[in-house]
């Protein structure tokens, strides 16, 4: 079974500072792939990234990138120059390529930026 | 963009009555789930659907649940008897393609209240 571990409740952030959301996985299949979603209070759902199991490199999009430590199991989501539109939660979440792709959540973390 | 959406944005309903809730996912896309979310804790995924047949579920998707594609664009998720603890934000999502790479694109969600 696949498991997403998103220890950090909440995190607090100042304005253009840059901070780390944690994320650690587990799984037994060598194929797989790593997202994470933004959920503001108004509840929609927002793709931000994504890191598969056999890239080579760590994921970029925008101000956003992924550090991809796969000896660690682990796929934190790097957020550079905070905004207070990046206030919001912040859901890791894990498929594996057997099957149709269903997606495991982590419990997500609260992100406040303030002024 | 193209993007997923889902009617009502908000229904309540008195426990024990029928509730279907509506999605039209985006047009060339052939994956569909159904999540939902409890107040306050993680995204569960509930079923997906690919060439007009269930093709994973989870445990949670008893059968008072089903899912219909009733046409080629909508995609219903219809509760029979519902239950105070169907109280939840119920968020569909599609894909296009089974790569291992393509995020799920998620809708508004329908905020379900049970009465």
């Known amino acids: 079974a696949q498991k997403i571990t998103q220890t950090q409740p909440g995190m607090f952030v100042q304005e253009k500072e840059a901070v780390t959301l944690d994320c650690t996985y587990d799984t037994s299949d060598p194929s797989y792939g790593l997202f994470w979603y933004k959920q503001p209070s108004s509840g929609e759902m927002i793709f931000l990234i994504y890191q598969g199991s056999y890239d080579q490199q760590n994921a970029t999009e925008g101000r956003y990138s992924l550090n991809f430590q796969k000896a660690r199991k682990s796929a934190n989501l790097v957020i550079s120059a905070s905004q207070l539109g990046d206030s919001a939660m912040y859901f890791c979440a894990m498929r594996v390529n057997s099957g149709y792709s269903t997606l495991t959540f982590g419990k997500g973390t609260m992100l406040l930026v303030s002024p | 963009e193209p993007e997923v959406t889902q009617t009502p944005s908000h229904q309540v309903t008195q426990m024990g009555q029928e509730v279907i809730l509506r999605c039209v996912p985006i047009?060339?896309?052939?994956?569909f789930y159904w999540y939902r979310q409890i107040l306050g804790q993680k995204v569960e995924f509930l079923v997906s659907?690919?060439?007009?047949?269930?093709?994973?579920k989870s445990e949670i998707f008893d059968d008072q649940f089903s899912v219909e594609r009733p046409d080629g664009s909508n995609f219903t998720l219809k509760i029979r008897s519902t239950k105070l603890e169907d109280s939840a934000m119920y968020f569909c999502?599609?894909?296009?393609?089974?790569?291992?790479?393509?995020?799920?694109?998620f809708g508004d969600g329908t905020r379900l209240s049970i009465l």
């Open positions: 047009s060339n896309h052939l994956y």
């Open positions: 999502a599609s894909k296009n393609r089974g790569d291992s790479n393509q995020p799920q694109h």
């Open positions: 659907f690919y060439n007009n047949e269930i093709s994973e």
